[in-house]
């Protein structure tokens, strides 16, 4: 059988995956592979040659922009409206079925409450740190805020409770156990704001969703739930998608990739698409691992890169586009002034650049270029700034990757993870820089063509002088 979708034929893996109805399912999609076109292909093959009714099936991605192009993609080729959906706008959606009333608690509560609790609890653990609020104006002070916040947004995130906050405590070193017990203060008085003034946060849409669905069913009659960027999934959403499963009976589909799980900071759990075929029994495991966008050249450097992470599904990526060598590292001595002649160099009229941080761009423009709403302005070419993390996704004709050198706040960051994280962080690195490693992989494959990789020749990045050492065959070089 032959699918056409948007103007193009599935090719054998990616047909394989679209036909694949009577299982779950995970579907290992590597990067430029099409796995857009596949999930529109499956959609399609449900929907014309199965029969099953569109608002049948559930199709839920991460983004705002990811839902509403799918969406789009699916109207084109099918001639039918459709809703796909964030696991937020799910979860609103089953709360707003089951007539629950709510209020979105504001987006600076928890940071507020921190400051609060900081500045007016004494404690022998922090010793000075509460007796002024000149102290809360410090660097350390904004740091343990920070380090705080993100202890509890990991935890709730993954679904746990106060039951499971006494268990940490029991289990704790004795060192951790007085700063845990200001987190769980402050954890305690952020629920208890929230229900005093009726108020939820997005997670605990989530968690409320989930709850009216396991004891109260879903009203929707899915047959079928498709979820994207299954490696980005907190344990708070994968329940969700089990509790619509179990009260459905719907078969799921999964479609994400190991090699681009970037996002742990925020809650997301790696072993939730490493371990679905345990957790969705019986299920089955597909790939598509043809590129349309890398050369072969560039997946061989960017793949076996990312391959020295012992825990990743292996696979063989293939490509029929061919570039000599696609990596081309750009040694600079004055980084403004090298940075400009790059871009004359390079010449290209789409170009992506691509750093670890906000501010990295700002370190590279001199007074020839500047940068509006992340757009560089020379001559009248197509060029724009992107952290990796919001460039995954994209693509660009060419790509220009900055901040490599060998410092705390490049690529990769060796600005290491607060001790006290490792309570809520279920995935700790078991190999060194693992997730800087998928970071620097999903910039690699950002590309259609070349990736310049702009490096200080004294003090470059050390995953940069691990491909020359690895990988010189595929690589050329310039001198600015």
């Known amino acids: 059988m032959k699918l056409e979708v948007l103007g193009n034929t599935l090719d054998k893996e990616q047909l394989q995956a679209a036909l694949s109805n009577d299982d779950n399912t995970i579907i290992i999609a590597g990067a430029g592979s099409g796995k857009s076109m596949t999930m529109v292909g499956k959609i399609k093959y449900l929907v014309l040659y199965k029969r099953i009714p569109l608002e049948h099936i559930l199709c839920i991605t991460f983004t705002n922009n990811a839902a509403n192009s799918l969406e789009e993609k699916i109207k084109k080729e099918l001639h039918q409206e459709t809703r796909v959906y964030t696991f937020h706008k799910l979860a609103l959606e089953i709360l707003k079925e089951h007539h ?29 740190m509460f007796l002024s609020r000149k102290y809360s104006q410090t660097g350390e002070f904004l740091n343990l805020q920070k380090v705080i916040s993100r202890f509890i947004r990991l935890f709730i995130a993954n679904y ?22 200001i ?14 003034t009726g108020t939820i946060d997005f997670d605990d849409m989530i968690y409320m969703a989930t709850r009216l669905v396991n004891t109260s069913g879903i009203k929707k009659k899915y047959q079928y739930i498709i979820v994207d960027e299954y490696q980005d999934t907190s344990m708070v959403r ?7 499963r179990r009260k459905t009976g719907a078969y799921v589909t999964v479609v994400g990739d190991d090699f681009q799980s970037i996002y742990r900071f925020s809650g997301c759990d790696l072993n939730n698409f490493l371990e679905f075929k345990k957790r969705f029994s019986p299920a089955k495991e597909l790939y598509i691992n043809h590129t349309y966008r890398n050369s072969q050249e560039l997946i061989r450097v960017a793949g076996s890169f990312i391959m020295k992470n012992p825990r990743q599904m ?7 586009k061919s570039i000599k060598k696609p990596i081309v590292v750009c040694y600079y001595k004055k980084r403004k002034e090298d940075f400009y002649k790059l871009l004359k160099r390079i010449n290209s009229p789409n170009l992506m650049v691509l750093g670890r941080n906000n501010a990295d761009i700002y370190a590279v423009l001199d007074s020839r270029l500047k940068c509006e709403n992340n757009r560089i302005f020379y001559q009248d070419y197509h060029i724009y700034y992107k952290t990796i993390h919001k460039a995954k996704g994209l693509e660009e004709d060419n790509v220009v990757i900055i901040n490599l050198t060998d410092d705390t706040n490049s690529l990769p960051s060796k600005i290491k993870d607060e001790k006290i994280l490792r309570y809520v962080i279920k995935q700790n690195d078991l190999y060194p820089f693992e997730e800087e490693r998928r970071l620097f992989y999903v910039a690699l494959t950002r590309t259609k063509n070349y990736c310049y990789l702009f490096v200080p020749k004294d003090h470059p990045s050390i995953f940069v002088t691990e491909l020359i050492k690895n990988c010189k065959e595929y690589i050329s070089f310039i001198h600015l």
């Open 100 to 128: 629950m009333e709510y209020q979105i608690a504001s987006a600076d509560l928890l940071d507020y409450l921190i400051e609060e609790i900081l500045v007016s609890v004494p404690s022998t653990y922090f010793k000075h």
């Open 160 to 181: 746990y409770d106060s039951a499971y906050f006494l268990d940490i405590l029991k289990k704790a070193k004795k060192r951790d156990k007085p700063m845990l017990r």
């Open 183 to 196: 987190i769980q203060k402050i954890y305690e008085m952020y629920i208890l704001e929230k229900t005093s």
């Open 238 to 244: 994968e329940e969700l998608v089990q509790a619509i």
């Open 314 to 320: 292996k696979k063989k990526l293939k490509s029929s």
